[in-house]
């Protein structure tokens, strides 16, 4: 299949969300991005990688996470959170 082709079937509703969990999701999420300009041909404003944290306990009240209290002690064996990366992909990918 062409980049062209791909190009064309971005606006489409039927978009399959991909997620992984890793240990490292920077460098995951670097990948994704790369594989979605190189591969899909996307462009800078039509990427759809995004990075963050999925399960686990609630964090603050806000529900942002944060692995370091207020006595800059790690909280990662408490609050259990996987790091997460998705983009989403034409379904015949």
Known sequence: MTTTYFRE???KQN???VRTTCGCFWHVQ????????K?????D??????AGYA???AGALDG???YHNAGN??????LGHAEVVSMRIPPWV
């Open 9 to 11: 079937c971005q606006n």
């Open 15 to 17: 978009m399959t969300p």
């Open 30 to 37: 670097h990948e994704f991005v790369e594989a979605e300009r």
């Open 39 to 43: 591969i899909l041909g996307r462009s």
């Open 45 to 50: 404003d039509q990427i759809t990688s995004r």
């Open 55 to 57: 399960g686990g306990k």
């Open 64 to 66: 942002k996470v944060c």
């Open 73 to 78: 002690v790690a909280d990662y064996g408490k």
